[in-house]
């Protein structure tokens, strides 16, 4: 299943698809509006990672994409900036963590909701 990861944080995407489990999972970082559109197009997405921490969500328009899409999205941000936590919230995500709670918890947090 492929995983769609909104965020221009090449870094931290690396440390999240080296602790996934490739022999269920994939996860594509996206960085542009378009390398979202192309792939909602094209394969079936069940869940969404957001960074909300780099403004990438608000910038590709995100929320208006994915809005008629049956699609349930994990909103992470740093733990020093609980305002992030509410943008998620406000964005209508139904999971929001830190980013050190993703790291940790990656597998378990799409199990739930794969």
């Known amino acids: 299943m492929i ?8 870094m931290y995407f690396s440390r999240l698809k080296s602790k996934i489990n490739v022999n269920k999972y994939s996860l594509v970082q996206i960085k542009n509006r ?5 792939l909602l197009l094209n394969e079936s997405c ?4 957001v960074d909300f921490s780099d ?3 608000k910038t590709i328009e995100l929320k208006d994409l994915i809005k008629n899409k049956d699609i349930f999205s994990v909103g ?10 509410q ?14 709670q993703l790291f940790k918890n990656i597998n378990d947090i799409i199990d739930e909701f794969c």
């Not at 069940?46 to 990672?49: A, F, H, K, N």
């Not at 992470?76 to 936590?85: D, F, I």
């Open 3 to 10: 995983i769609p990861v909104v965020t221009k944080d090449i």
């Open 34 to 38: 378009k390398e979202i559109e192309d």
């Open 46 to 49: 069940s869940l969404l990672i």
């Open 55 to 57: 403004g990438l969500a």
């Open 76 to 85: 992470y941000y740093p733990h020093v900036n609980e305002n992030l936590k």
């Open 87 to 100: 943008n998620a919230i406000k964005f209508g995500t139904g999971k929001q963590v830190t980013r050190n």
